[in-house]
């Protein structure tokens, strides 16, 4: 019986045309931030290999000066060749509010520093290859850039060619001349030779020197969706918080408790809700402000453990200081004559974290430098019996020992408290600025976890 042999040929052709709709689709996601205002950009070099190749697109986002974070990877004009651009993480902050990059393959920091309003953007999605012609061109390698093209063309030959009467000629009505048919093919060769080549080609106008990897919810980064879409949140979570506030309410004045145990909040001398989010890995997320008034206090009282850790985002530009977040004896606007369990400001900016001991003395750690610059920090303190850990950004940054406190019964709150007994006190009894993501634990979480949180919050 005889085989007919369109049918090997249609399944070439059928899996042709996916692989060109596959590679169009990846294209489409590379020029489609475009719409948004973001910039896509050709990565040119391996520096961080190997979870980047040269020819991928790296997508950036704008965001302020205000907003970058220390392990972005960031966007700037290269400081050591004019024209072109540069694909590093922030490594650090240095001397006088210059950025240190590196590339995660380098060894060392990179020598030249850029300024924090020279960034472009910050990356947020990375598609394998699709720039690869480009990055071909443009480094001169001639017969890679070649090969590309004609792998293209031969794969859009395969999805669009054949002659009259082949099993995927699906046209209709009356027949045509062989030479109709003929230039029929040669306009369909040619229309999907340029609609896939000419975005490809169009991309590559802006070249990146460098290479975009991140440690973030979608660490491999391969081009698929995260496997969520609120890392931060799901980082607090794994450590079972006793309480979570996240202050993301838009209106109201009840603040909603994430973990599954502990009283929810209730807002207090209308705090201003809905504001910008600490958190740059969920941007959909909000935040409140206390600049001009405003707290929250647990809507029941507990007992907490002798363990513990206590954690909050602030952002502020006072010079008077003012409790962040802890525990006393006080409610709703009541300031306290119980007070333990502390995250404060000094006047002059200082993250301050304090514990009342079983004597009734006032044990603090306080951080060296100051955080009242109106940047985004995250801040939290550990006390696991014996030693009282400072945090701010992810590092620790102080440290103390002491003997546990009494336990009692009482309210957790931010924003609000008298401290005038402890060292270094709020020149007040308010705290003025922006406050997001409050959460206490039962125990004491390890430095690990304090970096991986501040990780998932800003990468």
Not at 200 to 215: I, Q
């Amino acid at each position: 019986m005889p085989v007919d042999d369109g049918v090997p040929r249609t399944l070439l052709r059928l899996a042709a045309r996916a692989a060109l709709a596959c590679l169009g689709s990846m294209v489409v996601w590379a020029i489609l931030p475009l719409a948004l205002g973001w910039q896509p950009t050709v990565v040119m070099t391996g520096s961080m290999r190997p979870s980047i190749q040269p020819g991928d697109v790296v997508v950036t986002r704008g965001v302020p000066a205000a907003a970058l974070r220390v392990h972005q990877v960031v966007l700037v004009p290269d400081p050591d060749h004019a024209g072109r651009l540069r694909l590093h993480r922030l490594d650090r902050i240095g001397t006088g509010g210059r950025l240190v990059l590196r590339g995660d393959a380098n060894q060392s920091a990179d020598s030249s520093t850029v300024r924090a309003d020279d960034v472009r953007g910050v990356g947020v999605l990375r598609v394998p290859l699709v720039g690869s012609p480009a990055q071909a061109v443009r480094t001169g390698d001639w017969r890679r850039a070649a090969a590309l093209v004609a792998g293209l063309l031969l794969l859009v030959g395969l999805a669009y060619g054949g002659t009259p009467g082949d099993p995927g000629d699906r046209s209709s009505g009356p027949p045509r001349s062989a030479g109709g048919t003929r230039r029929r093919q040669l306009v369909l060769r040619r229309t999907a030779i340029v609609a896939v080549l000419t975005p490809v080609l169009t991309v590559a106008v802006t070249p990146g020197f460098a290479s975009f990897g991140v440690s973030a919810a979608n660490a491999g980064s391969r081009f698929t969706a995260a496997t969520s879409f609120y890392p931060y949140r799901d980082a607090v979570l794994a450590d079972t918080p006793v309480l979570y506030w996240r202050l993301g309410e838009a209106s109201g004045t009840a603040a909603a408790n994430t973990a599954t145990t502990g009283p929810a909040g209730t807002y207090y001398s209308s705090p201003t809700l809905g504001q910008s989010s600490a958190l740059t890995s969920e941007v959909v997320n909000k935040s409140i402000s206390t600049t001009a008034s405003g707290a929250v206090t647990a809507s029941t009282a507990v007992i907490p453990s002798t363990q513990f850790t206590i954690e909050a985002w602030v952002k502020t530009t006072s010079a008077a200081g003012g409790r962040v977040f802890g525990f006393g004896s006080g409610s709703t606007t009541t300031t306290s004559t119980t007070v333990d369990r502390q995250l404060y400001l000094s006047p002059t900016g200082k993250a301050v974290a304090g514990l009342r001991n079983v004597t009734l003395v006032k044990t603090v750690a306080t951080s060296p430098l100051s955080y009242n610059d109106g940047h985004w920090h995250y801040l939290a303190t550990t006390y696991d019996g014996t030693t009282l850990r400072l945090y701010v950004d992810g590092t620790q940054v102080a440290t103390t020992t002491t003997t546990a406190a009494t336990p009692f019964s009482g309210y957790w709150r931010a924003g609000l408290e008298n401290l005038s007994s402890w060292p270094t006190p709020p020149s007040g009894t308010t705290y003025a600025g922006g406050l997001d993501e409050l959460a206490v634990y039962a125990t004491a979480l390890t430095a690990t976890r304090i970096a991986a949180h501040y990780t998932a919050a800003t990468s």
